[in-house]
């Protein structure tokens, strides 16, 4: 069977009626790691298949059997957690992040820990203490950050879905390098309790799938409120895979243009552009939009997000400098030494790209454009840092407003390098967002697309 084939529905299906194919998934992943993990370094622990098999009174939860993998900032229960950092090397935890908690009761099987930048605190997954992330369509290349080893788990079947991190794009970034789907949620939607903050202000957990509708599944039991945590929001329950397969005819969505977009790469906008016309094929209204705003969401995102960090790790900064990277430790030292008023103007910056999206969202129902104005830049060499920087730039700015983004497969470069699709909806439309791109994912085989290194 082709495993790969199928969706995680059809999947737990078949395992709550034959319990041996949760066995079978675990063992066909556990193959793909021992195959692909000594030359991609997707996995920092990797937990062997037989004592991640779920327990029978899992056998009705919405993840009955299924593989998944977990980035290492989430804490598990026993299980090393380092964050992809010196300090947390050794680090063993007493209990599961909530989310561990909700999808190993939904029957999940955990079946490793992930590669991150050091501390989340970059984009090329890069890591000095364990070792480089290496992107499954090209070994030379970077499979972006944070949550890059779980985009490279679930693109080379080494994994049906993973559990990532989201403070500047680390979710949607290395989703759109490796040619996966990923979804950040809206700010609040999913508990933070048990993850390594980077910023409070501005990280969000999501999921990392082959397909759409397997995010929708994984945000349906990520989400919902969780009082011991402050960042999380009371919301009504929703119902993310209920109207997946309305499609978009009717809806009113802006193309984003403008001086900030058109510095991406030309094959990048050409891809995001034919998207488009794809969608309004399928009978959505299709607007251009200005929006040359996002330049400053970015910058005022990078400014909160390397501050938050510097005062979350303080202590750590103050102890022991020498254990972060040399990238992480520069981007600590620029965070601390900003002033209050630069953070104070950033914050002010934060909430008046809320208000021009909350009106933008009140004209359109999506917003589309690129996940990452280029393909994946290579990890090493003289422009690798400088071309990294440029992978936050249509990212940022939705961390910054907290609103619901997924990136689909929607190209690929002339090289062979995946290009992601980015869209973006108002606050807690998730399923709008769901929804929109599980009919250009019907419209297209780019999902279907796989890594050489992974046949």
Avoid at 27 to 48: G, H, K, M, S, Y
Avoid at 70 to 76: A, G, H, P, S
């Amino acid at each position: 069977m082709n495993h790969e084939s199928l969706s995680l529905t059809d999947h737990r299906e078949i395992a709550q009626s034959d319990p041996a194919h949760a066995s079978d998934l675990a063992a066909d992943c556990q193959r793909q790691i021992e195959r692909l993990n000594p030359t991609l370094n997707a996995f920092i622990t990797v937990i062997p298949s037989e004592a991640a098999l779920p327990s029978s009174d899992t056998r009705n939860g919405l993840l009955y059997g299924i593989p998944i993998a977990v980035k290492d900032l989430y804490e598990t229960k026993g299980i090393r957690s380092t964050s992809g950092s010196k300090f947390f090397a050794d680090h063993i935890p007493q209990e599961d992040a909530l989310v561990v908690q909700k999808i190993k009761q939904a029957g999940a099987q955990i079946i490793g820990k992930t590669n991150t930048h050091e501390i989340a605190l970059g984009v090329t997954n890069n890591n000095p203490h364990f070792g480089a992330c290496r992107n499954p369509w090209d070994i030379t290349r970077t499979p972006g950050g944070s949550s890059g080893g779980s985009a490279v788990a679930v693109a080379t079947g080494m994994a049906l879905a993973a559990l990532g991190t989201d403070t500047g794009g680390s979710i949607r970034i290395p989703a759109s390098l490796c040619g996966v789907v990923g979804l950040k949620p809206t700010y609040g939607r999913v508990s933070l309790r048990g993850i390594l903050p980077l910023s409070w202000n501005l990280d969000h957990a999501g999921p990392l799938t082959r397909r759409v509708e397997d995010a929708a599944l994984m945000l349906q039991v990520m989400s919902g409120y969780d009082e011991l945590d402050p960042a999380s929001s009371k919301t009504a329950p929703d119902d993310f895979s209920g109207h997946i397969k309305d499609g978009v005819s009717g809806l009113k969505i802006g193309l984003a243009v403008g001086s900030y977009i058109a510095e991406a790469d030309s094959e990048v906008l050409e891809a995001a552009g034919k998207a488009a016309r794809i969608l309004k094929e399928q009978g959505a209204t299709i607007i251009e939009v200005n929006t040359d705003f996002l330049k400053d969401a970015a910058l005022a995102n990078g400014i909160m997000t390397q501050a938050d960090g510097a005062a979350f790790h303080r202590e750590r900064m103050k102890e022991h400098p020498d254990w972060f990277g040399a990238d992480v430790r520069l981007r600590l030292e620029t965070g601390a030494a900003f002033t209050s008023s630069e953070y104070s103007l950033a914050r002010r910056t934060q909430a008046e790209v809320m208000r021009q999206c909350e009106l933008l969202f009140e004209e359109y129902d999506l917003l589309l454009l690129p996940t990452t104005p280029i393909p994946a830049p290579v990890l090493e060499g003289e422009n690798a840092i400088e071309r990294a920087r440029q992978l936050t730039r249509f990212t940022a700015p939705f961390n910054l407003t907290g609103l619901p983004a997924i990136s689909v497969p929607c190209g690929l470069t002339k090289v062979g390098l995946p290009i992601g699709l980015q869209i973006v909806s108002r606050a807690w439309n998730e399923a709008g967002v769901l929804r929109a791109g599980y009919a250009f994912q019907e419209a297209t085989q780019w999902h279907e697309m796989k890594p050489k290194i992974a046949l």
